[in-house]
């Protein structure tokens, strides 16, 4: 088998077999097929497309090219939730000790990444001292002793997706909705759990702006899902502004305590209700949606499921008390108010302006090597349909530098429409697919 003759045929719009693209990913990991062989082919499958057999092969192939995680030593049906990202998504900081708490195994495996706030496990870096360096030993041991452990993504994960979704982001190859589907589910394989609850996001602060594109990306990663034996569903949401008020890792883990004190704010706990109810279905939890609901509702009001992210926290050598005494996590030196000029209706957040006023801040990596500042971010004072009059707050920024203040500042209001008439609602589940 030659790599020239597998990409002429995917350039003149062949479907490759799976001994085709299994040779592709196995000498790529290996080394033996370069990075110009590899970038043609995923510029070919850019413009010609794959087919679904097609996707669920290369999928395959990049979930087998490392370690497969055996989470099988851990006790009951494990449900893991991914998001396909976006501005203020703190989405598994409250949600994985709500299905703890009622009884789902969280067994999960986070990564840091680039973006305009950290990964999950920089937010939960700011609690002082949490880890998320477990053996893997000790990771099946916690969520086995007290439901839930995070660990941080092996290099061994799937490596191939590793590798290519790098080259395809500097190739201009990263938007193609198989190569998307493949590189995210291969990672969720990979990982063990024996169910997926999706969460593709859709609008300005998403990687799928058109809700068609969040739904054929959503619709190709539950047959991926199924193909492989585990039960998948997806649930699409809005991104078209950012989720709840907070944009920042620590004001990010702030607004998650308090939504699990009973006091966040809708859109987010009603995401992580919509959510939570899946994964206590595919957990079979819960025979149906309204009884998930009420489940979760519950640990939320008995306290279960703030004391079970305290435990989890402590667990993993944080310091629990932080979960109680939030105003201890780390802050920023300067708060500073984005006063509007005008009075009338929020009708539009470019939300991902938003994320990039997190960047200027300093709360987001531009590079894997940058460092990222966990006090600094901002916190909305309102969102899109609220009304304002001139003077008030839009939102509130948090700053270490008055420079950095300033840019973040202008970018803001740049990115905030005011009309006189508020804005049609759009609902913030859009629909949900299994
Ligand atoms: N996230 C991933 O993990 N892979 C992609 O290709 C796009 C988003």
């Given at each position: 088998?030659?790599?020239?003759?597998?990409?002429?045929?995917?350039?003149?719009?062949?479907?490759?077999?799976?001994?085709?693209?299994?040779?592709?990913v196995d000498g790529y990991v290996l080394g033996t097929i370069p990075d110009y062989q590899a970038s043609a082919l995923m510029m070919a499958i850019y413009f010609q497309k794959m087919t679904a057999a097609e996707t669920c092969e290369l999928t395959m192939a990049m979930a087998h090219?490392?370690?497969?995680?055996?989470?099988?030593?851990?006790?009951?049906?494990?449900v893991d939730k991914h998001s396909t990202g976006g501005v203020g998504d703190k989405t598994s900081l409250a949600l994985a000790p709500m299905a703890a708490a009622c009884g789902i195994p969280v067994a999960k495996m986070s990564g840091r990444g680039l973006g305009h706030t950290g990964g999950t496990i920089d937010k939960l870096e700011s609690f002082p001292g949490f880890t998320t360096a477990l053996t893997t030993e000790q990771f099946i041991n916690n969520v086995n002793r007290i439901g839930i452990a995070i660990m941080g993504q092996t290099a061994d994960l799937a490596p191939a997706d590793k590798k290519l979704y790098a080259l395809r982001d500097v190739t201009a190859t990263v938007d193609n909705m198989s190569l998307i589907a493949s590189s995210i589910m291969s990672k969720k394989l990979a990982a063990g759990a024996d169910a997926i609850v999706l969460d593709v996001k859709t609008g300005s602060g998403a990687f799928m702006k058109k809700e068609e594109d969040a739904r054929a990306l959503a619709e190709?990663?539950?047959?991926?899902?199924?193909?492989?034996?585990?039960?998948?569903?997806?649930?699409?949401s809005d991104m078209d502004q950012p989720l709840g008020f907070a944009v920042g890792n620590a004001l990010e883990v702030?607004?998650?305590?308090?939504?699990?004190?009973?006091?966040?704010?809708?859109?987010?706990?009603?995401?992580?209700?919509?959510?939570?109810?899946?994964?206590?279905?595919?957990?079979?939890?819960?025979?149906?949606?309204?009884?998930?609901?009420?489940?979760?509702?519950?640990?939320?009001?008995?306290?279960?499921?703030?004391r079970k992210l305290a435990e989890f926290v402590g667990a993993q050598g944080g310091d629990s008390s932080v979960v109680y005494h939030p105003e201890r996590l780390p802050q920023a030196s300067i708060q500073k108010s984005v006063i509007s000029s005008a009075s009338g209706y929020v009708n539009r957040i470019v939300c991902d302006e938003v994320g990039s006023?997190?960047?200027?801040?300093?709360?987001?990596?531009?590079?894997?090597?940058?460092?990222?500042?966990?006090?600094?971010?901002?916190?909305?004072?309102?969102?899109?349909?609220?009304?304002?009059?001139?003077?008030?707050?839009?939102?509130?920024?948090?700053?270490?530098?008055?420079?950095?203040?300033?840019?973040?500042?202008?970018?803001?209001?740049?990115?905030?429409?005011?009309?006189?008439?508020?804005?049609?609602?759009?609902?913030?589940?859009?629909?949900?697919?299994?």
């Open positions: 088998m030659r790599m020239y003759d597998i990409i002429r045929k995917k350039r003149n719009g062949g479907e490759l077999t799976a001994e085709e693209i299994r040779f592709f090219s490392g370690d497969m995680l055996d989470l099988s030593a851990v006790r009951g049906i494990k190709e990663m539950v047959e991926i899902g199924k193909n492989a034996g585990r039960k998948t569903v997806a649930v699409i702030k607004e998650a305590i308090y939504t699990l004190n009973g006091h966040g704010p809708a859109d987010f706990l009603e995401l992580c209700l919509t959510l939570g109810s899946q994964m206590l279905l595919a957990g079979e939890k819960a025979a149906d949606i309204k009884t998930a609901r009420h489940m979760l509702e519950q640990v939320i009001a008995d306290g279960s499921a703030l006023c997190s960047l200027i801040l300093g709360g987001g990596r531009e590079t894997k090597e940058s460092s990222i500042d966990l006090s600094v971010g901002l916190v909305l004072c309102k969102k899109v349909g609220d009304a304002v009059k001139a003077g008030e707050p839009l939102a509130v920024i948090h700053a270490n530098d008055e420079r950095k203040a300033a840019e973040a500042e202008k970018r803001f209001l740049d990115a905030c429409f005011i009309t006189a008439e508020p804005p049609a609602k759009t609902p913030l589940i859009r629909e949900t697919l299994s």
